[in-house]
């Protein structure tokens, strides 16, 4: 089969810095999209590993239908329930974290947006990717960033690379939302659900390295909010290795920063990135929505 180029399709690309990031026009996500459309989108996540859509405005159902195309859907979060009527619909809005929980769990697991992390390590299949719609965006402030962990892995050293390539790391998100599925548990008497099992939360076990599936390509598979240790290595050297791949993994060359207008759609590659919200808009309104796709066992 031939690809049509994202030209002939009349998509417009404009990279948003050398390895990451693109900014993407030219279609209209809220009507069905050919194969040929489907297909050019997900190579250009792939080539890109996180792709803008601006000006979208989509409802939930149309953010949810554009999603489909790429895969099967994953609940909202492993332990935050969805919106109501939209399972798989899972909503930030980080004024109401800030206000009606501020010292409590909800508000601890919006913490986590706020600092360098990869979705959902914690589980055994993290996700591909995930599609966030922008629904109020302040008037200053609360720019997202995402970091190439492809880029960051090339930039290290042969022997540091194969040195990593040996390593397996911890994940665990119990502290960070251990009492929210407390309470969620309280609250509804039903716990989280993740590719069809209950969610314990119990720590899981990832290469320190990873293989992307589809590019072949290699990335840093680690970050400061879900990873815990390094296997076999002794507590000061696990700590000390983190800290400097999380300092590495995000330095400002692998990164790309972008500034939202309500209705931006950005779509990433949860496999090759990590992200983070900048958190400088106060107390301003700041709401995302994001629906989420299944993944695989990282290898
Ligand atoms: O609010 C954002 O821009 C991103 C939040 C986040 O970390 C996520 O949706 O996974
Ligand atoms: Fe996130």
């Known amino acids: 089969m031939t690809v049509a180029s994202p030209l002939a399709l009349g998509l417009d690309v404009r990279p948003l810095s050398r390895t990451i990031g693109a900014e993407i026009r030219g279609v209209d996500l809220?009507?069905?999209?050919?194969?040929e459309a489907t297909t050019a989108i997900r190579n250009l996540l792939l080539e890109h590993k996180v792709i803008f859509f601006p000006g979208q405005h989509l409802e939930p159902a149309e953010h949810v239908a554009f999603a489909r195309n790429f895969g099967e859907l994953t609940p909202a979060h492993p332990v935050i329930p969805g919106v109501e009527g939209f399972p798989e619909l899972f909503e930030i809005d980080y004024t109401l974290a800030r206000t009606l929980y501020p010292q409590d769990a909800v508000g601890e697991a919006t913490n986590v947006s706020l600092s360098w992390h990869t979705d959902v390590t914690f589980m055994q299949k993290p996700p591909f990717g995930s599609i966030l719609n922008a629904k109020v965006i302040p008037p200053s402030g609360g720019d997202t960033s995402w970091a190439d962990q492809h880029a960051a892995f090339t930039a290290l050293s042969p022997t540091f690379q194969s040195f990593l390539s040996t390593l397996t790391a911890v994940h665990s998100g119990d502290t960070t939302f251990g009492k929210v599925l407390e309470l969620r548990k309280e609250q509804r008497g039903e716990g989280g659900e993740w590719e069809g099992e209950d969610v314990t939360l119990a720590p899981v076990e990832h290469p320190v390295v990873r293989t992307h599936p589809e590019t072949g390509l290699q990335s840093l598979f680690v970050n400061p909010g879900f990873t815990r240790y390094v296997k076999g290595l002794s507590a000061q050297e696990s700590d000390l290795l983190l800290g400097f791949l999380y300092a590495h993994s995000?330095?400002?060359?692998?990164?790309?920063?972008?500034?939202?207008?309500?209705?931006?759609?950005?779509?990433?590659?949860n496999r090759v990135t990590q992200h983070a919200v900048l958190n400088d808009f106060g107390d301003q309104h700041r709401v995302i929505q994001r629906v989420t796709l299944h993944g695989d066992v990282p290898v």
């Open 250 to 269: 995000t330095r400002p060359e692998f990164t790309v920063r972008y500034h939202w207008t309500a209705g931006d759609v950005a779509f990433w590659d």
């Open 30 to 35: 809220h009507e069905p999209l050919s194969r």
